[in-house]
């Protein structure tokens, strides 16, 4: 089944705590992104990948970060996560780039900080 | 800059009724317009899109038109059912990019 897989779904920790939330898609796709959802302000760009090594910031990039070293996985990671990142997390992937393609979305990562 | 503007939810309606949801953008250039739809606990999936003025997006009875001269792409349905709820994002093409509105939130009683 063609699908983007996101782990962990729920997650609790602590700040300051480094933490890693994976994203996993199975259909050769070149283009991935992270998103955050918040109440009130919709879906917001953190990072995307047009390939391989390549990464570029989204809009809201502050406190995060992402590598590319496989063309199937797009790790975001919280080098000292805070409060203000409590969010809805969202990986998601397209065959092209996001204004061209469908993008599909992974299930979500919740994640508080306290 | 680009941008989408979405009417704020709660929407609640009754089965069967008539569903709009405004949405109306900014941008430079000619974007591409979606509709996405996230049903609870799931991420986002496309609903429809329109690449030009004039297209009409359509899926699932729902109906949406790339309208340039008012700059809105509202999206219809004749008669929504209560798996119609769900929350629905607009949203347009920037480079490579895609910018979304803050979402309509859609509640149908049965």
């Known amino acids: 089944e063609a699908q983007v897989t996101q782990n962990p779904r729920y997650l609790i920790t602590v700040t300051g705590k480094k933490l890693t939330v994976t994203c996993s898609q199975n259909m050769n796709h070149e283009y991935m992104s992270w998103y955050r959802q918040d109440p009130g302000l919709g879906l917001r760009q953190i990072y995307y990948?047009?390939?391989?090594?390549?990464?570029d910031k989204g809009d809201v990039p502050e406190g995060y970060k992402v590598s590319r070293k496989e063309k199937r996985n797009f790790p975001l990671i919280l080098e000292s996560p805070s409060p203000n990142q409590t969010s809805l997390y969202f990986c998601?992937?397209?065959?092209?780039?996001?204004?061209?393609?469908?993008?599909?979305f992974g299930p979500g990562t919740r994640l508080t900080v306290l | 800059g680009n941008s989408v503007t979405q009417m704020e939810g709660p929407v609640t309606l009754s089965e069967e009724a008539f569903l709009t949801i405004n949405c109306t953008y900014t941008?430079?250039?000619?974007?591409?317009l979606f509709w996405y739809v996230q049903y609870p606990g799931e991420g986002l999936q496309l609903l429809l899109k329109?690449?030009?003025?004039?297209d009409k997006g359509s899926n699932k009875g729902f109906e949406a038109t790339y309208r340039k001269e008012t700059t809105s792409f509202h999206l219809e349905k004749g008669s929504v059912q209560v798996s119609d709820s769900a929350v629905y994002f607009c949203a347009l093409n920037r480079d490579d990019k895609i910018i979304f509105g803050k979402g309509t939130r859609l509640h149908i009683l049965p």
């Open positions: 941008a430079t250039g000619y974007p591409s």
């Open positions: 998601a992937s397209s065959l092209g780039l996001a204004g061209k393609s469908e993008q599909f």
């Open positions: 329109a690449t030009k003025a004039d």
């Open positions: 990948s047009m390939n391989v090594e390549v990464t």
